[in-house]
């Protein structure tokens, strides 16, 4: 996206043509006002899809982990799900407003080259969300061939999965998702809408068959955990959901109507984005309650737990239902993935990016699938890390905004190749955020927890990771209190 496009406004659209079909042309450049359609409610059908998986269940199981009761573990994950998603929201509205997608819009707060900085945070964040989806779909699908078809997909001797199945399964789903990100936005719509409807049906229809697994007496005993136990539930449930959005936001909105209402952009996203996930979490959270060694089980291996009690008639279709919700979430962040590349300067073109994204999922998977002390470790370190450079990005991408509103003006006619303030921000809060989180993974914890005592990471200070909170006060306490002591800066190369 050149300078000039960065900081032409786009003029007021009402269009609601249909989108173009074929591959999508567009990269980080605005979308022109004749290309755009749709309304706030479209919205609702990628969130939708992109939460509407089985992982839904897990999370709750992860949550009670955390030290909590039923009661809090439903109602720590709601309060934590609806102000992540919020978030995601409000960086949707900017979306609209400017027709481009949420990394290259970093440029006119982070300067061209400062926003290279959040550019790669956004970019590890989508690649890593991939690769967990699609390992994921690995593992639960690798599980259950095994117990369809133990002669093929089983190692001699018990029901343990093969390298073999594990691959097939990561494969049929890693080339789906390419595919899908490869045609871009239009495709991409569609796709989400009729997965949205079809998992919704399977998923339904294990929710059936494990009802009677399921204790709701259980929501209200158990000894209830204290206060640190509460935070960290909420800390949590925002990594899990929408700190992991946050970057997106305005990709999968760049295409409506300028004038598009910014309270119904931002109530349509929280509602896809929260509605499935809080009816799944809840479930999670009674199978557990009913069932206390689950927990050990969904660990190693969420979908394979899952699916252990299941009827064997089931299982093809549980299968289809796990795949099928892990690669509509895969979706979204190859095609957000591809749009960070380019946002970093990278003289490719979109689809190439996309391809580019497919190889370092392969990559990751392989390292979650082989290499990693186990799923749940690696997984919340993972959500850890990316939770707090995303904490800290929100903060100086919204505070920007805000300061933009208030005044009344726009971005400023000449973007330095860097704004200081909102880059040393965001460096400050992620390091102070980093500082305070704990990992289980040896491989990342070697650049987490390095501002607090071996007492406090392994205490409750260390369980409530309230490292993703100070990143997001401190980055928009930070660069509220230095934003106005930047001047813009006229620059021969910005004329």
Not at 359 to 377: D, I, R, T
Request: hydrophobic share 50%; aromatic share 8%.
């Amino acid at each position: 996206m050149t300078q000039q496009q960065a900081r032409a406004p786009r003029r007021p659209a009402t269009s609601t043509g249909a989108p173009a079909t074929g591959v999508e042309r567009h990269g980080i450049e605005p979308v022109p006002d004749s290309e755009c359609y749709g309304t706030p409610r479209s919205l609702f059908w990628p969130w939708a899809a992109s939460g509407l998986s089985l992982l839904g269940i897990a999370y709750g199981i992860y949550v009670m982990g955390l030290g909590l009761n039923a009661w809090q573990a439903v109602l720590t994950g709601a309060v934590g799900y609806v102000l992540s998603f919020v978030l995601v929201g409000l960086v949707s509205v900017a979306g609209a407003r400017t027709g481009a997608p949420t990394m290259a819009l970093g440029r006119t707060v982070f300067g061209r080259q400062g926003n290279k900085l959040p550019a790669v945070f956004g970019y590890v964040s989508n690649v890593g969300w991939e690769t967990v989806l699609v390992a994921l779909s690995s593992l639960g699908g690798a599980a259950i061939l095994a117990r369809v078809s133990p002669e093929v997909f089983a190692r001699p001797g018990g029901r343990a999965p093969t390298t073999g199945a594990q691959a097939l399964c990561f494969a049929v789903t890693a080339v789906s998702v390419v595919v899908v990100g490869l045609y871009g936005h239009a495709l991409l719509m569609k796709v989400q809408k009729y997965l949205t409807a079809a998992i919704t049906v399977m998923t339904a229809a294990y929710l059936v068959l494990m009802a009677g697994r399921i204790h709701p007496a259980a929501l209200f005993q158990g000894r209830p955990g204290g206060l640190g136990a509460a935070i960290g539930g909420v800390v949590f449930a925002m990594t899990l959901l929408g700190l992991g959005w946050v970057n997106c936001g305005a990709d999968y909105s760049r295409y409506l109507p300028r004038d598009t209402s910014g309270r119904a952009i931002t109530g349509w996203t929280t509602l896809g984005g929260v509605l499935a996930p809080l009816v799944l979490l809840v479930f999670g959270v009674l199978l557990n309650a009913g069932d206390p060694a689950l927990a050990a089980a969904a660990a190693a291996d969420p979908v394979g737990a899952l699916a252990a009690a299941l009827p064997t008639w089931f299982l093809v279709p549980y299968l289809l239902t796990a795949i099928g919700g892990f690669a509509s979430g895969a979706i979204m962040d190859i095609y957000s993935s591809g749009m960070a590349l380019l946002a970093l300067g990278l003289p490719v073109r979109r689809p190439l990016a996309v391809l580019v994204d497919g190889a370092l999922m392969a990559l990751g998977g392989w390292y979650v699938l082989f290499v990693s002390p186990g799923f749940f470790a690696t997984f919340q370190a993972f959500l850890s890390v990316v939770g707090v450079a995303m904490a800290a990005w929100t903060a100086v991408f919204l505070v920007a905004r805000w300061r933009e509103h208030r005044t009344g003006s726009g971005p400023d006619a000449a973007v330095p190749a860097v704004r200081w303030p909102a880059v040393l921000s965001l460096a400050a809060a992620t390091a102070t955020g980093l500082g305070l989180v704990t990992s289980a993974d040896p491989h990342i914890a070697r650049v987490t927890g390095f501002l607090l005592t071996d007492r406090a990471a392994h205490g409750t200070l260390g369980a409530m990771n309230l490292g993703v909170v100070a990143a997001l006060l401190v980055a928009g306490v930070l660069y509220a209190a230095t934003a106005p002591l930047s001047r813009p800066t006229t620059r021969e190369g910005d004329r």
